[in-house]
């Protein structure tokens, strides 16, 4: 009798067991993004301090690395210098675009005159673009292909050298899988 | 209070507006003498057809201040066209005193959201004039195009009338208050609306049906109806931004998780593998029930007395007979 009931037990408790078990092993944050491969979200948002507003369509013909941030992100301070440095890089090659995020235009100017800047700012106000793009928190750095595809996503901050090497493999119109691995970091 | 709230609260209003005045061509707002009046057409009204569920967003600008939120803003209809406008103090946007001078926008804004901009909204913009004046004619055409403002045709008014022939340059033709402009199609990713746009009750009613459905994506376990956090609440917004422009709740749904996949859904589709997580409960209960009905079946059966072949029947003979009182014991207790 108590074989039994400890039998039932065990097929009922062992597989809730490796469900949560399973669950362990994944980043929330670390979801595939069902974008990447797709056409990035058309949109227009305006500059930072006014202006015409700044449209993804209107960047067609070179791939753009969409940055999404904010003031108030530790990350955001530490990739800050990267992005600038990937950006002067290839700069004519292909567009920058910082989209801020939750966040107050004062803030913002103030922490780009103590972090410097050198690509569009553009305040995402009530979140609308980073929503369209799956932004679940900051940083993370879209690269669209001159087509306007998403080829690649990253959680958390970016290195210029990780920047390089996946607009590279972009530009030079690798395939998917190769194209992933430069954006990894892993050698091909 | 900071730009950024401003920017919000300004689509807050547009959108409180057009729930507040969302019949007649020009909002009932109570007249004032400091009421700016005139008149909307297009410049080209062969040529362009106003799109079903258009409105156009009116606002004026105190004198020289092209950004930051407009003095009065104001949702109006926008059929049929041409239209007759009044906006004023009634329409306010912060409170504060009557600018000297304002500029009047109209934009015919084709989805009728105030925070996003169409490459196909047709604007107007008119020359400073002080408040009161009447008569402002305001041509509907392509920004990018000369946004001309027709000659006033009747400058009556406390101090009222068009001054000054300049025309706005293009940049500020289209200017717009910081961060206003969120443009995200959702047209590219659902298509067109199913339904017609929706407003006050039904508008909340919607709004928190595809809520209580969607997964805050930066919350444990809680719905974006549910959750106080600011992701939420950003969330909320765009449900209520997609079900006035009269998204149905699927297409709300199917446009989350275009971006955030069926993660953001709360509810998983009834599909393959999903069918467990559905089938379940169910069939685990059923399950359950039978087995419970099998064992008290089986214990009706087991009440009556045991048989010789039952193996405990010699020691329940042997515990009988030792509990029971016999017939010295029953003696020595009397003595």
Known sequence: MNKKVLAAGLVIVAPLILVLANGFRFDPRAID?????????????????GGAPVALAGLRGKPVVINFWATWCVPCQQEHGELLRASQTWEGR???LGVVYQDEPAKIDAWLDRMGRSYPQLVDTGSSVAMAFGVYGVPETYVIDGAGTIAHKYTGPVTAGLLDACLGAVTSGKDAATTLAACNGEAS | MTTHLRASAFVALLATAGTAHAEPDVAPTAASPQDVSGRIELADAAGTPTPAGAVIFLSARADGAAKGPPTWVLRMAASPLPTDFRIGPANAMMGGPTPDKVRVTARLDADGNASTRGPDDLEATSDLVAPGASGIVLRLAAPTATAETAPATGSEGAGGGVTGGAQPPPSQASEVPEGVVTGVDPTSVVGPPLGAPVEGEALRARTMEAARLLRCVVCQGMSVADSPSETARAMRDQVEGLAAKGYETQQILDWFEASYGAFVLLEPKQEGLNWLVWAAPGG????????????????????????????????????????????????????
């Open chain 2, 284 to 335: 685990l209960l059923a399950l359950g029930a039978a087995w419970i009905v099998s064992r008290t079946r089986g214990a009706g059966a087991g009440v009556q007395p045991s048989g010789d072949d039952d193996p405990l029947a010699p020691w329940l003979a042997r515990v009988r007979a030792e509990t029971r009182p016999s017939a010295t014991e029953s003696k020595e207790s009397e003595s």
């Open chain 1, 33 to 49: 993004s069902p974008l990447v491969r797709k056409p990035a979200p058309a949109f227009a948002l305006a500059p930072l301090g």
């Open chain 1, 94 to 96: 292909a567009a920058f």
